[in-house]
């Protein structure tokens, strides 16, 4: 072998076979030559990481995709099982439902009641192997990501789904997209393990996971994308994560639509053109439905408080909550055909709610129109939020986004049949209030405006609505400014537990050499010519000061005399040959505008203790040595750990 020749490439270690690495890089090597023949001498790119978070964004979509699938299969085999067969309950199904195939003449009334408990106790059970999966998920799912390094336990994947089932298919008040969320969160987080990666890239994936579980319940793909992302701050994106989170939404999407079904949630809706002068209508609107989502809120924190002080364990209260809500939906039942000509289906309190939506968007010939029509949405909305809060405060696995976006759009639609009838103004429709109100409530409390804006746009097929969503969030944002659906939020990242270490090193980025010098601090200086005895005194007078700076006539830096040097003639027998000038070593320095992380290199590259800080001219304005530079990263270190230590407020 001729021993001139390069050594052969390192051999890759066995193993059991490719990598997603490996697949990575094979697939993005035509890419790299041609970029690099485009390119030229331009640094490469780092395609082989890029493709690695696409392919992990796809197969994220794909399992979450399939995941959804089977949940939404298996709810609506159960929900038709329970509610329509069994008991026969007058409920409203939205136009991108499942159809129901029998609903008997009249209800069970005993099994009205009894159908929700044992829902209930079945996902209670559930909740004993996994807490986290009790109530609407989102919640939990933001607490994962920033407080657990985007972990969530395995068992979720199995136990939410089943939970939800239970709750949501006997009967439940509460939507699907809440467990779909946590179950995507739940497959990204276990992805993340099986794949190699870091904890971002974990945290991630799980954002990834919440999109595609998003997407494939509520079939708005870009809006879900940007729903996962917004969702976990109250002023703020994981914009990191928004790529992977629209790949894996996409494709969650296409997998749902090619096996269910690619009609929109509510069907094809009309077009609702933009006038100017509707605009203050919608303005009011937005106040209303802005103040009934703090009362919605403050319901459903009401009924969570209440929960805690229930009697007995904390699996069992879903139960006692699918109790009341069993009374309250027979009550219905017997007192609204006496109140009422409008069907009992219009006020039911049973099932998700997404066919109260339906009849706020679209309307209903026995609803009518106007000040009656009005009424009967309004009533719907108070029952709805009611029915909510017994399922969701009490611990049921059932989402929250369903239920808001079916009271913003009942509001919205009671608003408009009013301002239809009201005033004297061409083209006021109600749907069109119903779809602004269902932005506004959800993106209110939950602090995603833009996705909830998106998302109405990809229900109607086009932005006729754009600018009146956009009046109606900015309303909704300075009105629910202190109220959040989801107390697991954080203002933003700066706060974040997940953002701890970059935000310390961006603190310490931040921190110039200039704040760093002590006022008053007595520095000890020396001329060229100084002898020995003289820097012996020097060290004797400041022992505290690591280095000695050798200042010309002039006033100006000329070098450093360091400990080293100083006890090499305080060994020395005969040292009154030594001058400063002969000790000293070349200056190093920094001005006031110099980072913390160039000051501490520069210590250790210079291996000095000290060094001093210098104005324009080169002339001493003070010294920094070792400890405060350490005293710098510690603090910096402290305080974002004291600022995300601190729990959102509520």
């Given at each position: 072998m001729d021993p001139s020749a390069p050594p052969p490439p390192p051999r890759r270690p066995a193993g059991p076979g490719w990598r997603l690495d490996d697949a990575a890089a094979f697939v993005l090597r035509p890419v790299r030559t041609l970029l690099a023949t485009v390119v030229g001498d331009e640094p490469p790119l780092e395609l082989q990481l890029l493709g690695r978070v696409v392919l992990q964004a796809i197969l994220v979509g794909l399992t979450v995709g399939l995941g959804g699938v089977l949940f939404l299969v298996g709810l609506d085999q159960l929900e038709h099982l329970v509610l329509d067969r069994a008991i026969g309950y007058p409920h409203l199904r939205a136009a991108g439902e499942a159809s129901a195939s029998h609903v008997g003449a009249a209800p069970r009334l005993w099994l009205v009641v009894l159908a929700p408990i044992a829902g209930a106790l079945v996902a209670g059970a559930l909740s004993r192997l996994a807490p986290e999966i009790r109530g609407g998920g989102g919640d939990a799912m933001i607490g994962a990501f920033h407080h657990r390094g985007g972990a969530v336990r395995r068992r979720v994947i199995a136990l939410k789904?089943?939970?939800?089932?239970?709750?949501?298919?006997?009967?439940?008040?509460?939507?699907?997209?809440?467990?779909?969320?946590?179950?995507?969160?739940?497959?990204?987080?276990?992805?993340?393990?099986?794949?190699?990666?870091?904890?971002?890239?974990?945290?991630?994936?799980?954002?990834?996971?919440?999109?595609?579980?998003?997407?494939?319940?509520?079939?708005?793909?870009?809006?879900?994308?940007?729903?996962a992302i917004e969702v976990l701050y109250r002023d703020d994106f994981e914009s990191d994560a928004l790529i992977p989170a629209v790949l894996a939404s996409v494709v969650a999407y296409s997998l749902s639509a090619t096996l269910l079904s690619t009609e929109p949630m509510f069907g094809v809706l009309p077009r609702f053109p933009f006038h100017w002068e509707h605009l203050p209508f919608y303005a009011a609107a937005a106040l209303l439905v802005a103040l009934a989502a703090f009362l919605f809120v403050r319901l459903l924190r009401a009924v969570e408080h209440l929960a805690t002080r229930l009697p007995g364990p904390a699996w069992l209260r879903p139960a006692l909550g699918a109790l009341a809500l069993g009374v309250l939906a027979l009550a219905v039942l017997v007192v609204a055909p006496r109140l009422t000509d409008d069907p009992p289906a219009f006020v039911g309190v049973l099932g998700g709610g997404y066919g109260v939506s339906q009849l706020a968007i679209t309307g209903d010939g026995a609803l009518g129109l106007g000040t009656a029509a009005a009424l009967t949405?309004?009533?719907?909305?108070?029952?709805?939020?009611?029915?909510?809060?017994?399922?969701?405060?009490?611990?049921?696995?059932?989402?929250?986004?369903?239920?808001?976006?079916?009271?913003?759009?009942?509001?919205?639609?009671?608003?408009?049949?009013?301002?239809?009838?009201?005033?004297?103004?061409?083209?006021?429709?109600?749907?069109?209030?119903?779809?602004?109100?269902?932005?506004?409530?959800?993106?209110?409390?939950?602090?995603v405006p833009l996705a909830a804006t998106v998302m109405v746009c990809e229900m109607t097929g086009s932005y006729d609505l754009l600018v009146p969503l956009m009046l109606a969030q900015a309303i909704a944002f300075v009105a629910l400014r202190r109220v959040t659906l989801y107390p697991s939020q954080f203002p933003s990242q700066r706060f974040s537990p997940a953002h701890a270490a970059a935000w310390a090193r961006t603190e310490i980025v931040k921190i110039r050499a200039g704040e760093l010098v002590a006022a008053g601090r007595a520095i000890v200086t020396l001329r060229p010519a100084d002898d020995a005895d003289a820097v012996l005194q020097a060290l004797a007078d400041a022992p505290s000061q690591p280095v000695f700076p050798v200042i010309a006539d002039d006033g100006r830096l000329r070098g450093l005399v360091t400990g080293p040097s100083t006890r090499e003639i305080a060994a020395a027998d005969d040292a009154s040959w030594a001058i400063a000038a002969d000790l000293m070593i070349a200056p190093v320095a920094v001005s006031r505008a110099t980072p913390l992380g160039e000051v501490a290199r520069l210590l250790l590259e210079h291996d000095l203790r000290g060094l001093p800080v210098v104005d324009d001219d080169g002339r001493i304005v003070g010294m920094l040595d070792e400890h405060d530079v350490s005293r710098a990263y510690v603090g910096a270190a402290r305080t974002s750990r004291q600022i995300t230590a601190v729990e959102p407020p509520p």
């Open positions: 789904p089943l939970a939800s089932i239970a709750t949501l298919g006997t009967g439940g008040a509460g939507g699907r997209e809440g467990p779909t969320m946590q179950l995507g969160a739940a497959i990204g987080a276990w992805i993340a393990t099986v794949l190699p990666g870091t904890d971002r890239e974990r945290r991630v994936l799980m954002i990834a996971g919440v999109a595609a579980g998003l997407s494939a319940v509520f079939r708005t793909p870009l809006g879900a994308a940007l729903l949405l309004v009533a719907a909305a108070g029952l709805r939020a009611l029915a909510t809060a017994l399922t969701i405060g009490t611990g049921g696995s059932a989402g929250d986004f369903a239920p808001s976006m079916a009271l913003g759009g009942l509001v919205g639609g009671a608003l408009g049949h009013l301002a239809a009838a009201w005033f004297d103004v061409d083209g006021l429709a109600p749907g069109a209030f119903a779809l602004v109100g269902m932005a506004t409530f959800y993106g209110g409390i939950a602090k």
